[in-house]
């Protein structure tokens, strides 16, 4: 796509901007080393092989064409024994939804269902619920000083609002929150050999669990979304292990999605507000139209996924640079979405700018979860300036050693 010259690639300067991308104050502040990386052109060689690309346009026409795809099981298979796709995490996250590609995404996908009017309308009460209960208990906090509103709030919203969609018993959830957290590291852009292996230890933990869910469900059928999923793979699958895998994989992928980007949006948003005082304010006075925006306007700024990776389904010129079959692509969204192309000053974060932004994927892939995602960002929003006295920050928080799946390990506030 696109005729315009790549600048000539310095790989010297590659190495040190990703080296310092995976530092703790690069994964702090990740945005001065994007724009260097920009610099460098729309497209970049990574030091490992594959392509960064920085570019707005360029990320999000590769994330809405059928040109590109997912890196599935299949292509995990082709990259080989000793590689970190065959990890046991990686090759189960293969199977998800995320990462398939057409017909198996397709068929998956209809199977799923959506979050439509009726069920995102259900999913409000508990999250109006949920968000008054964790809001009275961050209160009493509050009147002893300060109040960590990652782990009382943003860790916990979540979680009560998947699990009791997707009835589980609320002894399990702290567990699974933790698994959730850890099982994330297959799906980094560059892991340790150490964070692959906990991640196979939460993944084969969940898998046991889940297994053991939809068999549970199977011999009890309730009005739940395990329960519908088992009744829609039963039609398709004649198969009834195979169905169950099925079953498995849509309850796995509903948890990690709803848990751990959501959180990290969650407790984004709440920086983000606390940390200039203006800002309170300035949506408390106008919270019909900030509200929405100021989510939206998180969601560009500081999306909870930095990178989105894709491989090539054949060979092809992305923007002059020779991409063969299968090569690797890493969207750096976090980097595109501070392209100035596309998004006038875009290191100022404003909740009057309408900005259009990929961190909920696009094309196929687009986010099932995206409309809970935004009910439970905006439910929060709007509970915590109409019912708490403005919050401020206590301290910076301190960050997850991650460059593609953002998360604050908390967020210190007090009454200012």
């Known amino acids: 796509m696109g005729s315009v010259t790549t600048p000539s690639f310095?790989?010297?300067?590659?190495?040190?901007?990703?080296?310092?991308?995976?530092?703790?104050?690069?994964?702090?502040?990740?945005?001065?080393?994007?724009?260097?990386?920009?610099?460098?052109?729309?497209?970049?060689?990574?030091?490992?092989?594959?392509?960064?690309?920085?570019?707005?346009?360029?990320?999000?026409?590769?994330?809405?064409?059928?040109?590109?795809?997912?890196?599935?099981?299949?292509?995990?298979?082709?990259?080989?024994?000793?590689?970190?796709?065959?990890?046991?995490?990686?090759?189960?996250?293969?199977?998800?939804?995320?990462?398939?590609?057409?017909?198996?995404?397709?068929?998956?996908?209809?199977?799923?269902?959506?979050?439509?009017?009726?069920?995102?309308?259900?999913?409000?009460?508990?999250?109006?619920?949920?968000?008054?209960?964790?809001?009275?208990t961050l209160s009493d906090r509050l009147r002893d000083g300060e109040a960590d509103f990652a782990a009382l709030v943003s860790e916990e919203l979540p979680i009560a609002t998947i699990g009791n969609?997707?009835?589980?018993?609320?002894?399990?959830?702290?567990?699974?929150?933790?698994?959730?957290?850890?099982?994330?590291?297959?799906?980094?852009?560059?892991?340790?050999?150490?964070?692959?292996?906990?991640?196979?230890?939460?993944?084969?933990?969940?898998?046991?669990?889940?297994?053991?869910?939809?068999?549970?469900?199977?011999?009890?059928?309730?009005?739940?979304?395990?329960?519908?999923?088992?009744?829609?793979?039963?039609?398709?699958?004649?198969?009834?292990?195979?169905?169950?895998?099925?079953?498995?994989?849509?309850?796995?992928?509903?948890?990690?999605?709803?848990?751990?980007?959501?959180?990290?949006?969650?407790?984004?948003?709440?920086?983000?507000l606390v940390e200039h005082p203006r800002r309170w304010d300035l949506v408390a006075a106008d919270p019909d139209e900030l509200v929405p925006a100021f989510v939206e306007e998180t969601l560009r700024y500081d999306p909870p996924t930095h990178v989105i990776s894709r491989v090539s389904a054949a060979d092809c010129l992305l923007e002059d640079v020779p991409i063969r079959r299968d090569d690797m692509v890493h969207l750096m969204v976090g980097a595109a979405h501070r392209d100035s192309a596309k998004h006038p000053r875009p290191g100022r974060f404003d909740p009057y700018r309408r900005p259009a932004h990929l961190a909920f994927s696009g094309g196929i892939h687009y986010c099932l979860g995206a409309p809970l995602a935004r009910l439970e960002a905006q439910t929060l929003l709007r509970q915590l300036i109409s019912r708490l006295p403005r919050l401020t920050l206590v301290r910076p928080p301190a960050r997850a050693p991650r460059v593609a799946f953002r998360r604050l390990l908390n967020l210190d506030v007090a009454v200012a």
Not at 19 to 29: E, V, W
Not at 98 to 117: I, M, V
Not at 170 to 199: G, I, K
């Open 10 to 136: 310095d790989r010297r300067t590659a190495v040190s901007l990703i080296s310092r991308l995976r530092t703790a104050r690069g994964q702090d502040n990740p945005f001065p080393i994007y724009k260097e990386l920009r610099s460098q052109g729309a497209v970049v060689p990574a030091p490992w092989g594959g392509y960064l690309v920085t570019s707005y346009e360029l990320c999000d026409h590769i994330l809405r064409s059928g040109a590109w795809l997912e890196p599935d099981k299949p292509w995990r298979e082709r990259q080989g024994p000793r590689t970190r796709w065959s990890a046991p995490s990686a090759r189960e996250i293969g199977s998800t939804l995320p990462a398939l590609n057409p017909p198996d995404h397709t068929r998956a996908r209809r199977a799923a269902g959506t979050f439509d009017r009726g069920t995102v309308e259900r999913l409000g009460r508990t999250v109006t619920q949920a968000t008054d209960q964790l809001l009275d």
């Open 165 to 272: 969609w997707l009835n589980l018993p609320a002894a399990d959830w702290p567990r699974l929150r933790e698994l959730t957290h850890e099982q994330v590291f297959t799906q980094e852009l560059l892991p340790s050999a150490s964070q692959l292996a906990r991640s196979d230890v939460a993944m084969a933990e969940l898998r046991a669990y889940f297994l053991d869910l939809v068999r549970d469900r199977r011999t009890r059928l309730r009005d739940d979304p395990v329960s519908r999923w088992i009744t829609t793979w039963d039609s398709l699958e004649p198969d009834q292990d195979k169905a169950d895998q099925e079953v498995y994989y849509l309850a796995l992928f509903v948890l990690l999605a709803a848990l751990e980007t959501t959180s990290t949006l969650l407790s984004t948003m709440t920086l983000l």
